[in-house]
């Protein structure tokens, strides 16, 4: 019996978390913003670090990056449920306050998305604060044309979303503690 | 494999038939936009859109006939390619392939080459009817697809398997499989038909293959995650749009060094050239724009609103059937 609790579940993500693609098609996107009260330096000086998401995001509970924010950086990320995703930075750009990142390795069990590139980038907002954006380009988990619920379009747009809103929530709250 | 380079010298040389130049004319830029579903079409003289044609969901790939009076739209989530009119500027026929059909490539006989992402197959389908005549198994999740400018060859870009597969476009024999760099995806080849330029996504670098001998003669790199490039009419620029820096580098084609750079808008993808080589135009994904670029100076001219998802476009010249299409309307296939 508990073998079978066991064993069922476990196959079924054999079965259906290994497609043999790396992504579709037809990719998503979404985008969110937030304003926040603090200057843009200060905001920036608290995203900058690739490798210390953590320390702003409340999604995560703990991230760790290998090779700063130079070419060839990364980072590994790991989710309140306890999953962890590899990260790339793409660009960086210290004068723009932006960096581009991409999932090094698709777990769609951890995020129902076969692969995304994202941008976060800082801008001057009204009274002297920020407006901080944050973007994604991503596929849908099942990249056939016929995907269940859980792993179609709506499914990763939702989850993106969600994931984006949580952080930039939590940006917010860190930026506009005194 | 010495055979095989034979044969595709013989075809090089024997079919290297230049479309003329649209030079002097003005042109329309068809842009494919994947979340608005419709075609945007763009005058060249003045840049405004003067169309947007309605399709169906989630458009991705465009390619003209080498006249300039058809073009293709390919619909990977629905199995389909829609069929416009360049000149009643509306969609005339939907060809139902099935499948994923996602890049694609016209021949000078109008037989439309489409890779399917799914099937890791190319097809060559009747214009008219969709009917496969021919199908050849390529590499894994094959994206953009062109043909050589005299249209004896075809060339997919295998993303999953990071290969270009080299076609015969009359058999659709495989005759060559070549390893390129990680997760190619766009791809076009100079109008003299000697090089076959490959980008690179996730190795953000461009190859470079001699078509004459099969074989890889360079890897120049590019701005993070080049999704779109073009060679100018002449040969003389290559250009390569980097989504991850939102830019467009202009490249030397003999020395490939890059002689200009320009910002454009957000995850820009496919990438035209204008009829007198002096404009590029830049379909932008994420901010629903189109780019036109001054190819001496990499800067941004004009930002067109076109769409949702603006992905992929192609350059015709206007009053077709007289003057041949850009080389690369009939040479490009998905250009993201």
Request: no cysteine; net charge neutral.
């Amino acid at each position: 019996m508990r073998l079978t609790r066991f064993l069922v579940p476990t196959l079924f993500v054999l079965l259906i978390g290994a497609p043999a693609w790396a992504h579709g098609p037809t990719p998503q996107k979404v985008e969110e913003s937030i304003e926040i009260a603090a200057p843009p330096d200060a905001v920036w000086n608290i995203v900058k670090d690739f490798g210390g998401i953590a320390n702003w995001n409340p999604a995560l509970t703990k991230s760790e990056g290998k090779g700063g924010t130079g070419s060839g950086a990364s980072r590994v990320i790991t989710l309140k449920s306890g999953g962890e995703l590899e990260e790339g930075l793409d660009y960086y750009s210290d004068d723009e306050k932006t960096y581009l990142y991409r999932l090094s390795k698709e777990k769609v069990d951890v995020l129902p998305v076969s692969s995304y590139s994202a941008e976060l980038s800082v801008k001057p907002g009204k009274d002297g604060g920020s407006v901080v954006s944050w973007s994604g380009r991503f596929y849908r988990a099942d990249t056939g044309n016929e995907p269940a619920p859980d792993r179609n379009d709506a499914a990763a747009i939702k989850a993106m979303k969600n994931y984006i809103t949580e952080g930039l929530n939590g940006l917010k709250a860190k930026a506009e503690a005194k | 494999m010495l055979r095989a380079r034979r044969l595709i010298v013989w075809l090089a040389a024997s079919l290297l038939a230049m479309p003329a130049l649209a030079t002097g004319n003005d042109a329309l830029v068809f842009v494919a936009n994947q979340d608005a579903a419709t075609v945007s079409v763009i005058d060249s003289g003045a840049d405004e859109v003067i169309a947007s044609i309605p399709v169906a969901f989630a458009p991705a790939g465009i390619a003209a006939d080498p006249s300039g009076a058809t073009l293709y739209v390919t619909h990977p989530e629905r199995g389909e390619i829609t069929v416009i009119d360049a000149d009643q500027r509306k969609v005339v026929r939907t060809l139902k392939v099935g499948g994923t059909p996602f890049g694609i490539a016209v021949s000078h006989d109008g037989t439309t080459f489409v890779s399917d992402w799914n099937k890791d197959t190319v097809t060559a389908a009747d214009p008219q009817t969709g009917k496969v005549l021919r199908r050849a198994a390529v590499g894994r999740a094959p994206a953009g697809v062109v043909t050589s400018p005299g249209g004896s060859l075809v060339f997919v870009a295998n993303r999953e398997s990071n290969t270009v597969s080299i076609l015969n476009a009359t058999t659709l024999n495989v005759v060559a499989t070549i390893p390129v760099g990680r997760a190619p995806f766009a791809l076009t080849v100079s109008p003299d038909g000697r090089w076959l330029y490959v980008a690179n996504v996730q190795s953000a670098n461009i190859s470079v293959i001699s078509i004459e001998t099969l074989k890889p003669v360079a890897t120049v790199s590019a701005g993070p995650m080049p999704y779109g490039l073009a060679t100018t009419r002449d040969g003389g620029r290559l250009l390569v749009a980097s989504q991850g820096a939102g830019t467009v580098s202009i490249l030397d084609s003999s020395s490939l060094r890059t002689i200009a750079s320009g910002k454009v808008g957000r995850f820009p993808e496919g990438v035209g050239i204008g009829p007198r080589d002096d404009k590029a135009y830049v379909a932008n994904w994420f901010s629903g724009d189109v780019s036109v670029l001054d190819i001496s100076t990499g800067k941004e001219l004009k930002r067109i609103r076109t769409g949702g998802g603006s992905r992929a476009l192609v350059v015709v010249a206007r009053g077709h059937g007289k003057e041949a299409a850009d080389p690369n309307a009939t040479t490009n296939g998905l250009q993201p």
